[in-house]
């Protein structure tokens, strides 16, 4: 069976890659992607986030939601095994794991800051735009796909990321991100909503 499967994604391999055409970065439809990442004031979406860690056979599936207000409001939501809330407000950033919240130190303050700032960068579109990010693009029938691979600091740790963004809305429909030591997230979004009005206490309330 695995045999079968396998001949099958090679011949089927070159009619998948036909579907997507490269593009250059001054394409109409980029310009049209990033005018529209700028433009976008509130974002809120369920999501499921799916890991694929080369230390466990099966990978590891959670839901969760998130919830963004520009400039730099953000809340990151997974129902898992273990829950955890990640608030931004501003500068400061708080973290609820397990039903209760965690007393942050320096060093922590710092890890979720930077974890929070680049899912900042990716929803409000700073990241496609990135000087320490080496942009390439796809077009096929109804999606725009951006491959990004690091150039900065985080090519220490990423060695590329993949988003799938809806050719009509914009809208971001899965990202996959693989690390350099072969570990890989992604996450598929739903029921996204852009521009609404974002739930009292969202900012506020872990």
């Given at each position: 069976?695995?045999a079968?499967?396998?001949?099958l ?7 998948l890659r ?7 970065n ?5 310009k049209?992607l ?6 976008l ?15 466990l ?8 939601r ?6 730099d ?7 898992g095994a ?7 407000a ?10 209760a919240?965690?007393r942050l130190?320096a060093?922590?303050?710092?890890m ?6 680049l899912?900042?960068d990716?929803v409000s579109?700073?990241l496609?735009e ?16 951006a ?10 740790r990423?060695q590329?990321m993949t ?10 429909r899965t ?27 969202a900012f506020?309330?872990?």
């Amino acid at each position: 069976m695995r045999a079968l499967l396998t001949a099958l994604l090679v011949l089927l391999s070159p009619l998948l890659r036909a579907q997507l055409t490269p593009i250059g970065n001054d394409h109409a439809e980029v310009k049209g992607l990033l005018a529209a990442t700028r433009a976008l004031r509130t974002v809120q979406a369920r999501f499921v986030q799916e890991k694929h860690l080369r230390a466990l056979k099966e990978p590891v599936s959670e839901p969760g939601r998130f919830v963004y207000e520009r400039p730099d409001r953000f809340r990151w939501s997974v129902d898992g095994a273990a829950p955890l809330t990640i608030l931004t407000a501003g500068s400061a950033v708080r973290v609820k794991e397990n039903g209760a919240e965690k007393r942050l130190g320096a060093a922590e303050q710092r890890m979720y800051a930077s974890i929070n700032a680049l899912v900042l960068d990716l929803v409000s579109g700073r990241l496609l735009e990135s000087p320490e990010m080496k942009p390439r693009y796809e077009l096929g029938a109804d999606v725009l796909v951006a491959h990004l691979t690091p150039t900065g600091t985080m090519a220490r740790r990423v060695q590329r990321m993949t988003l799938h963004f809806d050719r009509a809305s914009h809208q971001l429909r899965t990202m996959e991100t693989v690390e350099l030591d072969g570990d890989r997230t992604v996450v598929r979004y739903s029921e996204v909503l852009v521009d609404k009005p974002v739930p009292s206490g969202a900012f506020t309330d872990l």
